[in-house]
């Protein structure tokens, strides 16, 4: 898998190439691409990324009168995304958006022992997430070929993994296998002559409860509620 490093790098890179397609259009006297995708109302593309996920995690009065953990904390883990884009616009500056996504997802809880600092027992929880995100866009006005853009939504998620762990997973916290999440963030449109590429970040907020309860394991019954949390960077290729 690249790294965050490897992956900025990449959009680093690409970002550097409209320039020089810019200015190779002013001295040959062409359009800019951007004028060329205005005048359609809708298109499609794909989407890649990487994720870093995690929980936020509340603890319950009874962490305080346990004896068995001094500690329970999320840790974050690494993932990756896959997913198709759907575009529709919506007048000159707003879309709306619809991104059907395959999304792999590491997100650990680890205790420590009470008298040590280290967390030594880990919760792994690895998921394969269907995603169905529903944004809305807006975009600035166009500078040459490309423009930033932020972007609100809701989405769906469901673990498609989740049942076969389960089974398994007698004596280990459970994680629900569904959640609704909010999500923000921002990005830059660079206009091709054939596709747009449009790296992007997001912050992905879990709006429920997704601990499942179970009052006969201490390392569940110490937390009160769990949230999913992801951070994400994708690149978009549309046209």
Request: hydrophobic fraction near 40%; charge should be neutral; glycine fraction near 6%.
């Amino acid at each position: 898998m690249f790294s965050a490093f490897t992956l900025l790098s990449l959009i680093f890179v690409l970002s550097l190439l409209p320039a020089g397609q810019v200015a190779a259009q002013r001295a040959q006297g062409h359009n800019f691409n951007y004028k060329d995708f205005q005048a359609k109302s809708y298109y499609f593309g794909i989407t890649l990324g990487m994720n870093q996920s995690d929980f936020r995690i509340y603890h319950s009065k009874d962490f305080i009168r346990n004896d068995s953990f001094s500690q329970a904390q999320s840790v974050t883990g690494p993932g990756f995304n896959l997913g198709i884009v759907s575009n529709l616009k919506i007048g000159e500056y707003f879309d709306v958006r619809f991104l059907p996504t395959l999304s792999f997802v590491e997100r650990n809880i680890k205790y420590a022992p009470p008298g040590e600092s280290t967390l030594s027992v880990t919760r792994r929880v690895e998921s394969v997430f269907v995603e169905m995100p529903f944004q809305v866009r807006y975009k600035s006005a166009p500078y040459h070929d490309f423009r930033l853009f932020v972007i609100a939504g809701v989405k769906y998620v469901f673990d498609v993994a989740s049942d076969s762990r389960t089974r398994q997973a007698a004596g280990l916290v459970k994680i629900a296998p569904t959640d609704f999440q909010f999500e923000y963030g921002a990005g830059i449109q660079f206009f091709f002559p054939y596709f747009i590429f449009s790296p992007e970040f997001k912050i992905s907020q879990g709006i429920n409860n997704v601990l499942i309860y179970n009052d006969n394991l201490e390392q569940s019954n110490i937390l009160e509620k769990v949230l999913s949390r992801t951070f994400t960077i994708s690149l978009h290729f549309e046209g």
